[in-house]
């Protein structure tokens, strides 16, 4: 099993999505948990590449994007988080839009 972390960005952009997403969204944190190399690649010029994107809601309104930290065991929410954090074996957040350099 994956465990996952979200960034404090994310966190902020979670806390705006309206109550009716909340299940939706909570869904994709079970996918993640259990296959997050299911989710689409971000970048679909690199399939094979650990950013992925998984499409939520009853039309995909919402994305989450993450980097998937397969030898961590570890699936880290990317919807705008950063690199690896070698202090804590992690990764942090970089803002909104920022690249977190694996997408």
């Known amino acids: 099993m994956y465990r996952v972390e979200t960034g404090g960005e994310a966190m902020e952009q979670i ?15 079970g996918v ?21 994107q998984f499409l939520f809601g009853p039309h995909g309104e919402g994305m989450a994007v993450y980097l998937v930290l ?3 065991r ?3 929410c ?5 690199g690896p954090d ?3 074996g992690t990764s942090r957040g970089v ?5 977190c350099g694996g997408c």
């Open 32 to 52: 993640l948990e259990l296959t997050p190399w299911n989710g689409t690649p971000y970048n679909r010029s690199n399939p094979d590449s650990p950013s992925r």
């Open 70 to 72: 397969g030898y961590r």
């Open 74 to 76: 570890a699936s880290t």
């Open 86 to 88: 070698p202090r804590l």
């Open 78 to 82: 990317c919807a705008c988080s950063g």
């Open 15 to 29: 806390a705006e999505l309206p109550n009716e997403a909340l299940a939706h969204y909570a869904q994709v944190l």
């Open 95 to 99: 803002g909104r839009g920022r690249s």
